[in-house]
């Protein structure tokens, strides 16, 4: 993957070199390869390239054959060889970059709909004066931009907008969005001004000036789900997964796999072997020292099944404080998960070895992985009890559960919520609707509940439809780019692949969650390949012994972080409640630890925006 960036200046001056080459000095961990610039008056691109594909060329910004279109790139066409061969155009490299220039030609910004793989472009029209921006289909790679009346800026992070744009504030209306995802859904960021371009969009910048954004591609929301037996359901996933696995393995340098023991990479890492008879295959693995979260052991067992070359790393709390402030940069926004650290440090393992990864992002929500999602119809129906029964009881129940019953406290806080939606959004929200408000001191002045209210069908469709949008793309794909990038690694989910993603929402929910069983058809592909203990195991997670550490090592920084006379929480949050958990976490009567979390991650992040602006 690479870097990219640019200006438009609206007010028709030249655009600066030097603000350029900044911009692509705060992107070169996402390619340190090369780097490039193009300017033409008005408008003018960067880019820092991680060679992957055609090393020796297919050098960056490109120009089309005519020099009239120019196109920076990043993420990897998958299908290029196809669609060069159905092209013609005078190629005059043998990559994927230049292929996105034959298609423009042949069919305009609309040829997005025929690639397949993990892309964010920029391209300039100068006969027709537009600029265009496109995302994936699924958000797998990032795209952000700035549009007031002098200047439009876009680039892959938001860090290489500010010497275009200058310092930004803090968009508090977003604070609400953070405190119930752990990140903001798209078209938002946590930086005033600043816009993601939304998965599946693309968006054109007039000659005009004038921005114009639409959706090229979308996940179904009306899909009346196919006909099928079990055993054809597996047979479709399965042959799916198998088509995913060839194309994420086109590259012309060494392509590794996660392994941490769990069922997703498991079997990616089993079909990879297989492609690759056996041989060459990498994998990587962490831990974190601590017997209750490790799955070590799977990971070596998985890897002995598949023939592999496995490697692992172990996670300390003593990284977390070193590389916290550091990854915030990197992420741009608060780190939203504690594993995010861990999942650097595996990135820095892997790049040690290999140039691109593959990872299992995107299986839970697609098949319904989760444990929350044997409650869906009971997230949905919870409505049918009165609010104020629902609101006076299950709150006092929340507050009655001890420290180790944690995880029906989450439950209970979402059945509790208000709305249909607001109960999907609370099993992973960090604060309530009603906490939410208490802490900034009155509602939500907008809402980012679209995607829980879109979906149609049975109650699991609604909630996997729903978390492929707000949990999925603006969480945990920015923290796989982000955290991948931070050590110039290429991350590639098969399970993403977009015909895969269409064809699981077209399958009955009960072959997802089937007689208590959660993602039961990629636990019958994985029966295939990998032997019951794997497959049957329960689920655990990427999990971080974050508890027992918050109340020893990173006690001290938690309590200096929320509450010191220089807090960025302390000032915008209510400062009892901050210290009321803080408290309750110290004492072990409760476990707050993902609600500290959320706020810790906020201050740091904080003041690393106000260092690197």
Not at 68 to 87: C, D, M, P, T, W
Not at 384 to 404: F, K, N
């Amino acid at each position: 993957m690479c870097g990219i960036a640019g200006v438009r200046r609206l007010d028709g001056a030249p655009v600066d070199p030097g603000l350029l080459a900044e911009m692509a000095k705060r992107l070169h961990h996402r390619g340190p390869d090369d780097a490039g610039t193009w300017l033409d008056g008005a408008v003018g691109f960067a880019h820092t390239r991680l060679s992957i594909i055609d090393l020796g060329s297919s050098v960056q910004p490109m120009a089309s054959h005519d020099g009239r279109k120019h196109v920076a790139f990043n993420g990897e066409i998958l299908n290029y060889r196809q669609l060069r061969s159905e092209l013609d155009y005078p190629y005059r490299t043998g990559g994927d970059t230049e292929t996105l220039l034959a298609l423009y030609e042949k069919h305009g910004v609309d040829g997005v709909d025929k690639l397949r793989g993990q892309f964010a472009y920029a391209l300039h029209d100068a006969d027709r004066g537009e600029l265009h921006l496109v995302r994936d289909r699924l958000g797998i790679l990032p795209l952000y931009y700035y549009l007031d009346a002098e200047v439009f800026a876009f680039a892959s992070e938001i860090k290489a907008l500010f010497p275009a744009i200058g310092a930004r504030e803090v968009d508090r209306a977003s604070l609400h969005d953070y405190l119930a995802h752990r990140s903001v859904p798209a078209p938002y960021t946590l930086v005033q001004g600043v816009r993601k371009v939304p998965q599946g969009h693309r968006l054109t910048l007039g000659r005009d000036g004038q921005v114009r954004l639409r959706a090229y591609w979308q996940l179904p929301e009306r899909t009346r789900p196919r006909e099928c037996t079990p055993d054809e359901a597996v047979r479709l996933v399965g042959d799916a997964l198998d088509a995913s696995i060839q194309d994420a393995l086109v590259a012309d340098v060494p392509v590794g796999a996660y392994l941490s023991g769990g069922i997703d990479s498991s079997l990616i890492s089993a079909l990879t072997a297989k492609v690759r008879g056996g041989e060459g295959l990498h994998t990587f693995a962490a831990g974190f020292g601590d017997p209750r979260v490790d799955e070590l052991d799977w990971a070596r067992k998985v890897a002995g099944i598949v023939g592999s070359e496995h490697h692992e790393v172990i996670v300390t709390a003593g990284d977390f404080k070193d590389s916290w402030a550091k990854l915030s940069w990197h992420r741009d926004a608060p780190l939203s998960e504690p594993a995010d650290v861990a999942v650097f440090r595996l990135a820095e393992l892997a790049r040690r070895e290999v140039k691109v990864v593959l990872s299992g992002e995107g299986s839970d929500e697609l098949f319904g992985g989760y444990p929350k999602y044997r409650y869906a119809a009971a997230t949905r129906w919870a409505g049918l009890v009165p609010a104020a029964v629902r609101g006076a009881v299950l709150p006092r129940l929340d507050r009655a559960l001890p420290a180790s019953r944690a995880r029906l406290g989450v439950a209970v806080r979402a059945l509790a919520e208000p709305s249909a939606g607001e109960r999907m959004r609370g099993w992973f929200a960090p604060f309530t609707e009603r906490e939410r408000a208490a802490l900034l001191g009155g509602p939500a002045v907008r809402t980012a509940l679209g995607p829980y209210q879109r979906g149609r069908g049975d109650a699991l469709r609604r909630m996997l439809y729903a978390d492929s949008h707000a949990w999925l793309a603006d969480n945990l794909l920015e923290r796989g780019d982000r955290m991948s990038m931070a050590a110039s690694l290429e991350l590639r989910p098969p399970f993403l692949d977009h015909r895969l993603v269409e064809l699981a929402f077209s399958l009955p929910s009960s072959v997802k969650v089937r007689k208590g069983v959660t993602k039961w058809v990629v636990k019958e592909v994985a029966r295939r390949h990998l032997p019951d203990d794997v497959v049957d195991r329960a689920k655990s997670g990427f999990k971080v012994p974050l508890d027992a550490w918050f109340r020893d090592g990173l006690r001290d920084m938690a309590n200096d972080l929320l509450t010191g006379p220089a807090s960025f929480v302390a000032g915008v949050l209510e400062p009892v409640a901050v210290r009321k958990l803080l408290a309750e976490h110290e004492a072990g009567t409760r476990n707050e630890q993902p609600r500290l979390w959320t706020l810790l991650s906020l201050e740091v992040w904080h003041r690393e925006l106000l260092r690197s602006a």
